[in-house]
Structure formats: C-alpha cells, structure tokens
C-alpha cells in the first residue's frame, strides 16, 4: 500500500487470479469524502490507454481537493481494473455499487459500458460513459449517461467529409467484430451511402485476430477510394500495417482511437495520409490544453496515449464534483437517484479540457469533430466539423 498525491492510498488486490486496483479514503478522512467509482483497462491489451486515462483522472482529483474539495471535503475516486473485459466488468461495478455503495461510477469501453447498464439502472446508480462510442449507448436506461460525443457523431462527421470535401465514392469499411466496431460501421455505411457514395466492401475480423489478410484482400478486390477502418487501440496499427503490405496505399480514415503519437510510432512511414476524429481541441486551439499536454511531457516524459480520452477523463472528476457540490450546497442526500436528477437540473458543464458539454434527457452529447491528417510524421489539423 503507497501513499498518491491526491490524499488518498493506492491498494492492489489480487480476486479470482485478476488485478484490481481500490483506491481507498484514510480513516481520517473517510465520513467526510464524496465518493465515486472509476473502472477502467489497467491491465490487459487496453491498459496502454487505460493506464493514462486514470492517471489523467487522478490528476483532476489532485487539482480539485487541492483547491479545498467540495466545501472543505475531499473526493474519493474508487479505481477497479475492468481489462475491458464485460465480465470483470460486471464484477466490478457490483463492488462498486454493492460493497463502496457509489452515487455513481465512471467507465469505458463500449462492450463494458453495455455489460454494466443493468447494474446501474437496477441500482439506480448512475454510470458515466467516458470514452466509449457505440450509438447503442444512448439507449441503456435512464441511468446510463455519456459525456463523450458517440459515433453517430465523429463516424458520421467523417463518412460526409470522405464524399463531399474529400470527392470520394467508393468506400471499403473494415471493423472489429464487437460493439465499438459493428454499431459504427453501420453509422459509416448509412451516412456514407446517403452522402452520394458507395460501399463496395464491409469486412468484419475478430476481436482477437493478428492476421488480417483474409478480409484485406477482399477490400482490395474492390478497388475501394477510401478506407474506413474502426477497431480498437491495440489492433488499428496492425490493420493499417498490413494494408500498407498488400498494397492498399488509398486514404484511410478512422476515430479517436487511431489518434494517438504510438499510431505513428509503431507504423512510421506506413502512417502518412491516416485521418481520424478528435473530440476535444487541442494545443492549438486551448492553453490549458497546451499546459496539460506539456505536464505529461515534463511528468511523464512523452504526451498521452490517446490525448482526447485523456482530456475527457480529467475532466469526468470536475463533473462529478460540480454534481456533489450542487446537492452538498442544497443538503441534499447523496444518492444515485438525487446525482441524477441535479446533474439533469444543472444540464451544462463548462469542463476544463474539453470545454462545454451539456448532457440531455435523450443521453446525447454533440460536440465538434476535429478531423487529424498525419502529415510528415505528424498529427496535423484538416478540419473542424460542426462548429
């Protein structure tokens, strides 16, 4: 057990042969905390990113009970490891909800998100959706909420530019066989296709492929003029490498996963023309966004895996906070049921990294779509839609 920055310990529990990580409140502190839960990747294929998405979050915890917490009170933020696997996931927001009696807990990952609704819901706990983008999300109850824009978003943001700015008319769509790739290969498809274009291949491959040859060649048996591409962080730069083996040397577009420095780390050359979504400005268009990325650079020694998660993740804990402080401030009792209906009441955040966001009945969040272009070994801006 260690001691972190943000007044609160670090504890590693070894469950059922899996790493679960609780961050716990000191005796001291412990009745006078507001609690929420965070259950994310911290071990397994996603951990890279999962990793920097708490650490982002745990730095936001710092920062606010630094500045005196909420009305003299520290935040308590309960970290689980989910692996991004739904069925550890489940087993971690039941202990979140059940034994750390949480208002409400933050996650991610599409496939964890939907496992983990009907706990929230049947607990009438509210879960946070901070990162995952499958459109089924906005349909998982009255409980279940994102902050992060969903695919019917950035996926659609992106199909209409590919035809209408780019010329584009014959799409090929590569996806992951699980929730973040099949929901949105069918936003792809639909808008796409209603933008003027065609879709002349739609390939599937399975979550835990490493050859991807199989669906490759038949992409390139349709002679496509732009590639689409959704799968997930640890496969996207092996699909896009082997293309780059067989030949397809045509524009590939993708999300917020393929935005990230290891992309062009691990690809180099093979990178060059890759397009994907950001969600969040970045340090042009923001100083506290510049100051934060250079934190990492001075803190960690290189930026964030997958910066605009990062971004969203610092700021779910202001939030959170903004929500316990309303109902501290109205002495309202701090239960799932009453988090919901205050953050409804209050509807709109002014968060610090990622800027306004207002949350609705209907479960949605629109918010402006960067387009990136990797331009000589670097991410640089094409676009901005929906401004």
């Known amino acids: 057990m260690r001691k972190v920055d943000i007044g609160i310990e670090r504890m590693r529990v070894a469950a059922a042969g899996l790493a679960m990580v609780v961050v716990v409140a000191s005796p001291a ?3 006078d905390a507001f609690r929420f839960g965070l259950a994310m990747p911290l071990t397994g294929s996603q951990a890279l990113y999962g990793q920097d998405q708490v650490k982002a979050a745990e730095w936001a915890v710092a920062e606010i009970n630094k500045g005196g917490g909420i009305n003299r009170k520290k935040v308590e933020m309960i970290v689980l490891d989910t692996q991004a696997d739904p069925q550890l996931g489940i087993q971690m927001a039941n202990r979140l909800v059940s034994v750390e009696k949480v208002p409400t807990f933050v996650t991610a990952w599409s496939a964890v998100v939907k496992a983990v609704a009907p706990i929230a819901n049947d607990n009438q706990v509210v879960e946070l959706s901070v990162g995952a983008n499958s459109p ?13 824009p969903l695919a019917d978003v950035d996926i659609a943001a992106v199909a209409r530019y590919a035809v209408a700015n780019m010329g584009k008319k014959k799409a090929a769509i590569i996806y992951i066989n699980n929730e973040t790739g099949i929901v949105a290969a069918e936003v792809y498809k639909k808008v796409f296709t209603a933008s003027g274009g065609t879709i002349v291949a739609n390939e599937t491959y399975d979550p835990k492929a490493t050859d991807f040859t199989g669906p490759l060649l038949k992409v390139r048996a349709a002679s496509p003029d ?7 962080v640890s496969d996207t730069p092996q699909v ?5 083996q067989l030949g397809l040397t045509q524009p590939i577009t993708s999300y917020s996963v393929a935005f990230n420095p290891k992309l062009i780390e691990q690809l180099g050359a093979a ?5 994907a979504t950001s969600l969040a400005p970045g340090v042009d268009d923001s100083d506290k966004v510049k100051t934060y990325v250079a934190r990492w650079v001075k ?3 290189r930026e964030p895996n997958g910066l605009p998660y990062t971004q969203y993740l610092y700021d779910a804990p202001y939030l959170v906070a903004a ?4 109902l501290d401030d109205k002495k309202i009792a701090i239960t799932g049921d009453n988090f919901r209906k205050e953050m409804l009441a209050m509807r709109t955040f002014d968060l610090p990294l990622t800027g306004k966001t207002a949350l609705s009945e209907d479960h949605l969040v629109i918010k402006p779509v960067y387009l990136m272009e990797v331009r000589g070994g670097k991410w640089t801006r094409k676009a901005i839609v929906g401004e």
């Open 226 to 232: 732009i590639i689409h591409l959704q799968g997930l």
């Open 323 to 326: 929500v316990f402080k309303s």
């Open 29 to 31: 502190i412990a009745q």
């Open 240 to 244: 896009i490498a082997q293309m780059r």
């Open 299 to 301: 803190d960690v020694g």
């Open 271 to 275: 990178a060059e023309g890759v397009i």
């Open 136 to 148: 089924d999300i906005a349909k998982l109850g009255d409980y279940v909420y994102t902050t992060f």
